[in-house]
């Protein structure tokens, strides 16, 4: 059974542009979440999608956004880069549905903003 | 919201030694307590998690113990062999779904295992 997957594996942009990463989930997981792993900071919570609505969103600003498919697949947009963006970006999945405590994690994504 | 912190930051072993992460949670409704562990350039993967009703549970040589009341809850690893060198992370989180699910890390420990 394939893991959760992510794309790309690395994205270089500049400050100003926009970036989009994508996720697949675990087949059969309805829940995607999104975490910033910047060095010395652990994981920050992003967001959570669930049967295609977001349900929770961490400390940051409108500029992150995202959404999830009716494949439950999910896309995260990060608009007007600063340089402080720069970090891996971490997808998970889980069941949902009340049982969604158990996260799958990608390899991520790293951004990198120069 | 909740807040967990985790100490050491950094942890350096001999091989055959245990090893021993602590974390604290801020929000006292928090009920489920998993642990990551992430090897360099990996993805974090789950190696043991716990619940609010449980005191202690224990797979091979990783062990987590929970404190409800100090809210604090550890582990621990014995025998430690090369491969257990990783980031370790400690996350707490409050309900199973609900809109306000959310886990929250620690900023995680880098354990380190000298042959």
């Known amino acids: 059974e394939a893991g959760v997957t992510q794309s790309p594996t690395h994205l270089i942009k500049t400050r100003g542009q926009q970036a989009t990463l994508r996720c697949s989930p675990i087949?059969?997981?309805?829940?995607v979440y999104w975490y910033q792993q910047a060095l010395g900071l652990g994981l920050q919570f992003l967001l959570w999608?669930?049967?295609?609505?977001?349900?929770n969103r961490g400390n940051f600003p409108p500029r992150f956004s995202g959404r999830q498919f009716p494949n439950y697949s999910s896309e995260l947009n990060v608009n007007a880069l600063e340089l402080e963006d720069s970090a891996l970006y971490l997808c998970?999945?889980?069941?949902?549905?009340?049982?969604?405590?158990?996260?799958?994690f990608g390899s991520g994504t790293q951004l990198s903003v120069l | 919201g909740e807040n967990v912190e985790q100490h050491p930051s950094t942890l350096s072993v001999q091989e055959g030694d245990s090893a021993v992460i602590k974390c604290t949670y801020s929000?006292?409704?928090?009920?489920?307590f998993p642990w990551y562990k992430q090897e360099l350039g990996k993805r974090p993967q789950l190696i043991i998690d716990?619940?609010?009703?449980?005191g202690e549970k224990k797979d091979q040589r990783i062990a987590v113990t929970l404190n409800k009341t100090a809210k604090h809850f550890s582990l621990h690893i014995t025998e430690t062999q090369p491969e257990d060198s990783a980031v370790y992370f400690c996350?707490?989180?409050?309900?199973?779904?609900?809109?306000?699910?959310?886990?929250?890390f620690g900023k995680g420990t880098l354990l380190t295992v000298n042959p």
């Open positions: 998970a999945s889980s069941l949902g549905q009340g049982n969604n405590e158990k996260l799958f």
């Open positions: 716990i619940r609010s009703n449980v």
């Open positions: 087949s059969g997981h309805t829940s």
């Open positions: 996350a707490a989180s409050k309900g199973s779904g609900g809109s306000n699910y959310k886990l929250t």
């Open positions: 929000d006292s409704a928090s009920n489920y």
């Open positions: 999608y669930d049967e295609g609505e977001e349900r």
